[in-house]
């Protein structure tokens, strides 16, 4: 598994995370990413829409497809 991949497990299984806390959980799991490596996985997973980011903390996003699939069934 490759780092964002990495990352965005630690997020999806603490929830609501900062760094320190997903360094914590990666090193307990085995995985060691560096500072550098952690930010930009965080980053391109923000890019590509798959965390959301609220203040320090990052968590998995919430998938937007079925709400909106739901939304137009029932428009007016």
């Given at each position: 598994?490759?780092?964002?991949?990495?990352?965005?497990?630690?997020?999806?299984?603490?929830?609501?995370?900062?760094?320190?806390?997903?360094?914590?959980?990666?090193?307990?799991?085995?995985?060691?990413?560096?500072?550098?490596?952690?930010?930009?996985a965080l980053?391109?997973?923000?890019?590509?829409?798959?965390?959301?980011?609220?203040?320090?903390?990052?968590?998995?996003?919430?998938?937007?497809?079925?709400?909106?699939?739901?939304?137009?069934?029932?428009?007016?």
């Amino acid at each position: 598994m490759d780092a964002k991949g990495w990352v965005l497990l630690a997020v999806e299984k603490l929830g609501w995370a900062g760094e320190r806390e997903i360094v914590r959980w990666l090193d307990e799991a085995g995985e060691e990413l560096s500072r550098l490596e952690l930010q930009k996985a965080l980053a391109t997973l923000l890019a590509e829409g798959r965390l959301e980011q609220k203040g320090e903390l990052y968590r998995r996003a919430t998938p937007k497809g079925a709400k909106s699939a739901f939304d137009s069934l029932f428009e007016d």
